[in-house]
């Protein structure tokens, strides 16, 4: 049984890897050097001819990095990798928290060691020589070290508290352990901006002016409270603008780039604004944190259901069952229902997308949404002709064209 499943494992694998392929494929038989009649307006040819080559030169890049990891990952699994760490942590200890922390922590950070120089050509070499990046060597590497921190204070933390439930509570684990998941997530859903962005970034509250005049006037007018307007210093990393909206209740927020303030007018600021209250306003963001909480659910159902069986320990070459060693395990296994799953997130957020777009269209300006949209689009040399199979993989936002056509057809 075991065998199988590790045949199961390395299966998925390969089929992961090859539909990725084939996705890039499709994606480059949609490159076209003509540029769309809606963008002729604010596109010429020589920008449109460098968005062009910025798309080739990332899909390249994507591929070294995926042909990477997917042969390091076989490797791993082909040369029992995973069980030879797990008989160096058996080594230093045989305490079951311990053990997870020791495994996973070897692991994530010989993971991202590793994908330090494939991140460093990302940001140094291809970002730069298209202009984007804004990132310093130490900014860089203080990333990378407040990230480290960061997933062994919090996801050291969340993994100790999972192995504990599991070794004191049996078969009420997956419902223990999914209430106190739970729990965290509403509270980083309040609480992300607050505590973990200020770590990499500065946020300051928008100063009064014409911006926030027109942003209160507007956020007045279709009854939406808003008393937390922030900038956050987006060029500290990169020249790309963008927007969010963050936080639940009296903690909610909206946030914009300094990238995005410097490059668009105040009208079409105000209607990325009420962008990003129509998805508040649809409660998008409300449905988003029910449905993720209850993907965790199942994801911690159907694991509770496996992990006392020791053939999924043993399908990574381990000489004793493990906790660790059988979670490793089912995430591998669990991988095509959570493609499945990202799917069926992404053809709702695409929706949204195009809900919150309508909302905006409705309540302020669709020619000041739509010339936001496609200077954000310009300034970010975003992709104009995705492949629809690309898109329906891995689109979470519509691409410019789509939302243009959904816009005007709006009016």
């Given amino acids: ?164 439930i599991y070794e004191m509570s049996g078969s009420w684990f997956w419902l223990i352990a999914w209430g106190v998941i739970t729990g965290f997530t509403i509270f980083m859903s309040m609480f992300y901006s607050n505590l973990i962005v200020p770590l990499f970034n500065k946020q300051k509250p928008l100063e009064e002016g014409e911006l926030r005049s027109a942003i209160e006037k507007y956020a007045a007018s279709v009854g939406f409270k808003l008393k937390n307007i922030f900038v956050i210093d987006g060029s500290r990393r990169s020249s790309k603008g ?24 105040t ?47 043993e399908a990574l070459g381990a000489s004793e069952p493990s906790f660790h060693m059988s979670l490793l395990a089912f995430g591998l296994l669990y991988s095509p229902l959570s493609l499945i799953i990202g799917l069926a997130m992404n053809v709702m957020s695409r929706k949204h997308e195009y809900q919150a777009d309508r909302y905006s269209a409705d309540t302020y300006d669709p020619d000041a949404l739509s010339l936001a949209l496609k200077k954000l689009s310009v300034d970010n040399l975003s992709n104009l002709r995705p492949h629809p199979v690309c898109v329906f993989f891995h689109y979470s936002h519509p691409p410019l064209l789509k939302r243009l056509e959904a816009i005007e057809n709006s009016e």
Avoid: C
């Fill in 1 to 164: 049984m075991a065998e199988i499943i590790f045949y199961i494992i390395v299966g998925f694998l390969i089929f992961d890897y090859i539909l990725e392929r084939i996705l890039d494929y499709l994606n480059s038989t949609y490159w076209s050097d003509e540029l769309p009649a809606e963008l002729t307006d604010i596109y010429d040819a020589e920008r449109y001819k460098k968005s062009q080559q910025y798309i080739r030169v990332s899909q390249k890049f994507s591929f070294l990095v995926e042909t990477f990891s997917f042969i390091l990952m076989l490797g791993m699994l082909l040369l029992s990798g995973f069980a030879f760490v797990d008989d160096l942590v058996r080594s230093v200890t045989i305490h079951p928290i311990w053990m997870s922390l020791l495994f996973f922590g070897i692991l994530g950070l010989a993971a991202d060691i590793v994908s330090i120089p494939f991140s460093w050509y990302g940001t140094f070499v291809i970002e730069e020589r298209f202009g984007f990046n804004k990132t310093t060597v130490k900014t860089f590497f203080l990333d990378k070290v407040k990230g480290w921190l960061l997933s062994g204070i919090i996801g050291g933390g969340i993994l100790s508290l999972v192995v504990w």
């Fill in 242 to 265: 963008n927007a969010y909206f963050t936080g639940l209740g009296p903690r909610k927020r909206i946030v914009l780039y300094d990238t995005l303030i410097e490059k668009h007018s």
């Fill in 267 to 313: 009208d079409e600021l105000v209607a990325v604004l009420a962008h990003e209250v129509g998805h508040y306003k649809k409660k998008h963001s409300l449905k988003g944190i029910v449905i993720s909480i209850l993907q965790t659910g199942l994801m911690l159902f159907i694991l509770s259901l496996f992990l006392k069986s020791p053939y999924l320990s």
